[in-house]
């Protein structure tokens, strides 16, 4: 079964990775009988029986009135899907594990109907109207760095939906995904400072408040008095006066792992960015400049993204 599947892959991905725009010409275009279609043939074929069997001239009229609908119909649904190009496929970055929803524009010369893609489970489906019509496609996120869009589907039932009619294209787009930011964020490296006076929540001497426990705080810092008091566990919070510029290293971060360490730097840029602190960080190779904003903050998370290439998809 195994071996089947396989082959299958191989013959629907025959083309391999393919270059926008992609029209699905007769070539490309698949044709089965719906659930419905096959009831409708078991159907017909019955009633096909029973006019030959007692002799029935209007049944038999009636069944050959059928077969000739059922022929329009597979003509509709296939004229319905053939020409349709897969014109443009646009997706915006996401975090590690997150979905990604990519527009799909397909384009024919003349109005088509219910363009359904499923892949993800759920049902989008399109019209195509004025020229034009859009699709949505979601796809889960599974490595970081650019990962390749998998093979795309489109079918379509249209009108009577007794037949499916479908196509396959696997474009040549990459999609680009950050590193998982670590949550809950941990708090600033105390190496990090530079420049000037801020009060940033990194650990410190100097006692600012309590919080509620979150896991990996050490059990010297618990309000033990609070916690007595309420039903949930509180520790203390310390702040120091660190510089309002924030350096993040890549080689601080000591024997962590790779991913880990991507991850808890992503943390550290969405943080700083949301607090409107200049930050910089610093990976082998990529040394970024030392302020704040979106065209910053997009660079930060591009390179933490690319670094060593990206992972493997699993």
């Known amino acids: 079964m195994q071996a089947i599947r396989k082959r299958l892959e191989s013959f629907f991905n025959r083309r391999g990775r393919e270059d ?6 007769w070539r490309r275009i698949y044709v089965l009988p719906s659930k419905p279609g096959l009831f409708f043939a078991v159907i017909w074929f019955v009633m ?8 029935n001239n209007m ?3 009636l069944v050959f009135l059928l077969f000739g609908m059922a022929q329009v119909m597979l003509l509709k649904t296939f004229f319905n899907m053939r020409n349709v190009t897969l014109n443009s496929i646009k997706a915006e970055p996401v975090f590690l594990g997150e979905e990604i929803e990519a527009q799909v524009e397909l384009t024919a010369a003349n109005e088509r109907w219910q363009l359904i893609n499923d892949s993800s489970g759920e049902i989008h489906e399109a019209h ?3 020229g034009s019509g ?27 939906g007794m037949f499916t009619v479908w196509v396959y ?48 705080d050490p059990v010297r810092d618990i309000a033990w008095k609070k916690t007595a008091q309420t039903d949930k566990t509180w520790v203390k919070q310390f702040e120091v006066t660190k ?30 960015e949301h607090e409107n602190v200049d930050y910089q960080i610093k990976l082998p190779g990529f040394i970024s400049d030392m302020t704040h904003g979106a065209a910053h903050l997009a660079s930060c998370l591009e390179a933490l993204a690319m670094y060593g290439g990206g992972t493997s998809p699993e």
């Open 243 to 272: 510089g309002k510029h924030m350096l993040f290293d890549f080689d601080q971060l000591g024997a962590l792992d790779l991913e880990l360490k991507l991850s808890r730097l992503c943390a550290w840029v969405l943080q700083a």
């Open 59 to 61: 049944g038999l009229m």
């Open 134 to 160: 859009y699709l949505l496609w979601v796809v889960r996120s599974i490595c970081r760095g650019r990962q390749p869009l998998p093979r795309f589907k489109l079918l379509t039932r249209y009108p009577m």
């Open 169 to 216: 294209a696997t474009p040549k787009v990459d999609v680009l995904v950050y590193p998982k930011p670590e949550r809950p964020v941990p708090e600033y490296p105390s190496h990090g400072g530079l420049d000037g006076d801020q009060s940033l929540p990194v650990v410190g001497d100097e006692l600012s408040g309590i919080r509620e426990y979150q896991v990996g």
């Open 20 to 25: 926008l725009p992609v029209r699905f010409d």
């Open 128 to 130: 195509i109207e004025k």
């Open 48 to 55: 096909l029986m029973a006019g030959l069997n007692f002799n």
